[in-house]
């Protein structure tokens, strides 16, 4: 009796799956652990930075003032005054590089995946990768070479978008080429066999459905030129008053404005204008971020 | 307006791939005309290049004459652009474009070719979903995006999207390949419906299917791997399926080929 119970609760042949071996156990925890380790130290120091700026710029920010008025007039110890004439220069600056960096390489993006074959799509690529890897002074001096050694225009806000193309136009042309690609042939296919020409399909069919991606690299690209400090540095002076003209004389941006007062100011106003600069220019940054996230998600495809 | 199809001759390449050798073939008007064989004999390499849709491949290129109620289509004046517009096309995948909504899916091809006119294309819409069998299904939700429909509604309404141009020529490639038994019965009802005002050529791998709707079927086949694909016969459906001339046509039909 007691057998014939045992011998039914014994398995004819053992279990086919056997419990984990202490060598993948172990091999497991140090891999979970490394993988820990790195988010930790990717995370911390964009953690600290964070709480740093907001700990010590927030009081700035929090004042009225310091979105609607300049520094004009004001001296280095000076409580009050605010940043708009930089705020007003980044972002001038920087949608004067989109107005020319994002027609440029969204047409160098279709080139490359509607109609580029042979050598000259294979030298665009390369000059584009280049490009993407010259680093920001470079371009700057670049510009200053040529826009104001060579050609005899003076330093400028204008120049500094300049520099700026520079920058933005490999990462529009690649995360634009990415998005273009991601469009399957099959709907190119379903319009050239509606009788429609090729870029008429490009203009109608392929941009439309790549558009939300294409729009949140704009965007993405946008903020990071806007935070550059190389070109604004060496391309126009700055001032502490508000100027409206793109086109000449000095002209305050966010980075500029913090450099500025770290070299001229070393009273603790200029330190708290520093701060304050520095989460304006974070706050600005994460506006952009969520704008490219909402009209991404606005012009995306809908399945319903 | 269907029109007649004349191939001459005609030869495909990819690059430097010889696909399809030699194809002699003619479809008369107001007839839908099958084509068979096995995997990779080149049956949409030869209907793509019905509609010069071959050539849009990189490569890609073909010899011989592909006439149009006697205008041969690869003459060098000749447009592809307005090749397909007469010519349409359904594919294997459906296909629908996935910005656009379930009606301006199907008069995209009149609207980008510059009909502004509303009611015009509300009128077209609907005589094309109610062509392809579809009307019925989306009727109330012409607005919504076409990528919301089934499988078998999208195929409908991508052939809604061919018809709604008028086309004289309506090419189908496995466009029964993806759907259930009762869209596939839906389509092919279609197909014989479309039969009165379309010159028809489909590709189908369904035996059955190639018999229920076809009124002639070519057979392809290929010698061997990396040969070209040639075409073996063709004939009425009727006679291919119970007395073909050709020994490997019986043998394919009757399931007995590799
Ligand atoms: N884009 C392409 N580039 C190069 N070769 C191709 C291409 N498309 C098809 N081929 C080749 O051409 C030959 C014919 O292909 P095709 O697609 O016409 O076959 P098919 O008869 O339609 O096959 P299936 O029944 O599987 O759809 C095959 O050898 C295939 O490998
Ligand atoms: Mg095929």
Redesign the pocket.
């Known amino acids: 009796m007691t057998t014939a119970t045992l011998d039914v609760n014994q398995p004819a042949t053992p279990p086919a799956f056997q419990h984990l071996s202490t060598g993948r156990r172990v091999k497991n925890g140090i891999a979970t652990a490394l993988v820990w380790l790195a988010f930790l130290v990717a995370v911390i120091p964009l953690v600290w930075v964070l709480v740093s700026v907001l700990a010590r710029g927030a009081h700035m920010v929090a004042n009225a003032d310091w979105w609607q008025q300049s520094l004009g007039g004001l001296l280095g110890d000076d409580v009050g005054g605010g940043v708009y004439h930089a705020i007003y220069g980044s972002l001038v600056q920087s949608l004067m590089c989109a107005v020319i960096a994002v027609p440029i390489g969204l047409l160098v993006a279709i080139y490359l995946v509607e109609y580029g074959r042979g050598r000259l799509a294979k030298a665009t690529t390369f000059m584009v990768d280049i490009l993407s890897g010259v680093p920001s002074i470079v371009a700057a001096l670049f510009i200053y070479a040529m826009w104001i050694t060579t050609l005899g225009f003076n330093r400028s806000g204008f120049a500094v978008s300049l520099a700026l193309v520079l920058l933005m136009l490999p990462v529009v042309v690649r995360s634009s080429e990415d998005m273009l690609r991601l469009v399957p042939d099959e709907l190119r296919e379903a319009s050239y066999a509606l009788g429609i020409p090729k870029w008429k399909t490009i203009v109608k069919i392929v941009i439309p459905t790549a558009l939300s991606g294409i729009l949140t690299g704009i965007m993405l690209a946008l903020a990071r030129v806007m935070g550059e400090t190389a070109p604004v540095l060496v391309l126009v002076g700055y001032s502490g008053y508000i100027n409206y003209d793109l086109f000449s004389g000095e002209m305050a941006s966010l980075p500029l404005l913090m450099n500025s007062e770290r070299v001229s100011n070393p009273s603790p106003i200029g330190t708290d204008r520093i701060w304050g600069a520095a989460l304006t220019l974070v706050i600005i940054i994460a506006l952009f971020n969520l704008a490219a996230t909402l009209l991404s998600r606005l012009v995306a495809p809908k399945k319903k | 307006m269907a029109k007649r199809i004349d191939v001459k001759d005609l030869n495909i390449y990819?690059g430097k791939?010889h696909?399809v050798d030699g194809v002699t073939l003619s479809v008369p008007p107001r007839s839908v005309t099958a084509f068979i064989?096995p995997?990779?004999?080149?049956?949409?390499?030869v209907l793509r290049s019905l509609n010069r849709m071959h050539e849009v491949?990189p490569g890609a290129r073909v010899e011989g004459d592909v006439l149009l109620d006697g205008q041969n289509i690869y003459a060098s004046a000749v447009d592809p652009v307005q090749v397909r517009r007469t010519i349409g096309m359904v594919f294997q995948r459906p296909n629908p474009f996935p910005t656009m909504s379930i009606r301006d899916n199907v008069v995209a091809g009149l609207k980008l070719a510059g009909v502004r006119n509303k009611s015009q294309l509300d009128e077209v819409a609907e005589r094309a979903l109610r062509g392809a069998n579809l009307w019925n299904e989306v009727k109330d939700r012409l607005n919504r995006p076409g990528g919301g429909l089934s499988g078998g509604q999208q195929q409908r309404l991508c052939i809604a999207r061919a018809i709604a141009v008028r086309p004289d020529v309506l090419l189908m490639d496995?466009p029964c390949s993806a759907l259930d038994p009762i869209s596939t019965l839906a389509i092919e009802d279609l197909i014989t419906e479309l039969k009165k005002d379309y010159t028809i050529v489909i590709?189908t791998?369904n035996m059955q299917q190639a018999a229920r709707v076809s009124d002639q079927t070519a057979f392809?086949n290929l010698a061997g791997v990396g040969q070209p694909?040639r075409l073996v016969e063709i004939d009425d459906t009727e006679k291919i399926f119970s007395n073909p001339t050709q020994k490997a046509t019986e043998d394919y039909i009757s399931g007995r080929f590799g």
């Open positions: 990819y791939f696909a064989g995997s990779g004999c080149g049956k949409s390499t491949i496995e590709v791998h392809f694909g």
